[in-house]
């Protein structure tokens, strides 16, 4: 479903995928199937979105900035992609982000241009991320610092890496 009051230029959606009203989704970005995208967001072309992703309100997926399956971007989170940024000046290759399998990122983060938030990772609401992050970690912050270990379940494990929820241990 394609809201009829978003401008949708790419063909590259697959099934099941929701764009919501005011997107603006550039004619080659590649977005899977089963995706929610909710209102008031920017996907430019050179962005890769995998299935089952979420990406809420007032969020910019910038060039550079891949999304794998299972992804949750909360809302007005914000991507960078160029550390140097000036008015009508344009890097000849813009900064690579890339967002692995089942990570989150919490309501009104920052993360700079050029960094990996590994698979199943969570950051915080908030959160500001310069550096990255690794299978499973928790940071949260500004700027944002490494706080522990998630679960794949998705809650938090004891100082023994053991999931409180569910028993698994990450080690």
Same mark, same amino acid.
Request: aromatic letters at 6%.
């Given at each position: 479903?394609?809201?009829?009051?978003?401008?949708?230029?790419?063909?590259n959606?697959?099934?099941?995928? *929701?764009?919501?009203?005011?997107?603006?989704?550039?004619? /080659?970005?590649?977005?899977?199937?089963?995706?929610?995208? #909710?209102?008031?967001?920017?996907?430019? *072309?050179?962005?890769?979105?995998?299935? #089952?992703?979420?990406?809420?309100?007032g969020?910019?997926?910038?060039?550079?900035?891949? +999304?794998? /399956?299972?992804?949750?971007? @909360?809302p007005?989170?914000?991507?960078?992609?160029?550390?140097?940024?000036?008015? !009508?000046?344009?890097?000849?290759?813009? +900064?690579?982000?890339?967002?692995?399998?089942?990570?989150?990122?919490?309501?009104?983060?920052?993360?700079? @241009? @050029?960094?990996?938030?590994?698979?199943?990772? +969570?950051?915080?609401? @908030?959160?500001?991320?310069?550096? #990255?992050?690794?299978?499973?970690?928790?940071?949260?912050? *500004?700027?944002?610092?490494?706080?522990?270990?998630?679960? !794949?379940?998705?809650?938090?494990?004891?100082?023994?890496?053991?999931?409180?929820?569910? !028993?698994?241990?990450?080690?």
């Amino acid at each position: 479903m394609i809201h009829p009051l978003s401008d949708v230029q790419t063909k590259n959606i697959g099934e099941n995928t *929701n764009i919501w009203q005011f997107c603006v989704v550039l004619k /080659d970005a590649k977005i899977g199937s089963n995706c929610n995208i #909710n209102a008031n967001v920017l996907i430019e *072309n050179d962005v890769i979105i995998g299935n #089952n992703v979420t990406v809420k309100s007032g969020v910019q997926v910038w060039d550079g900035i891949t +999304l794998e /399956d299972n992804v949750f971007i @909360g809302p007005n989170v914000t991507f960078t992609n160029d550390l140097m940024p000036r008015s !009508k000046q344009y890097p000849k290759k813009f +900064l690579k982000t890339n967002i692995k399998k089942s990570a989150s990122i919490g309501a009104n983060s920052t993360i700079v @241009g @050029g960094i990996t938030i590994e698979k199943y990772a +969570l950051i915080g609401a @908030g959160s500001v991320v310069t550096k #990255n992050i690794g299978i499973q970690e928790l940071w949260y912050g *500004n700027p944002a610092k490494h706080k522990g270990y998630i679960c !794949k379940c998705g809650q938090k494990c004891n100082i023994e890496l053991i999931c409180k929820n569910c !028993k698994e241990n990450i080690k």
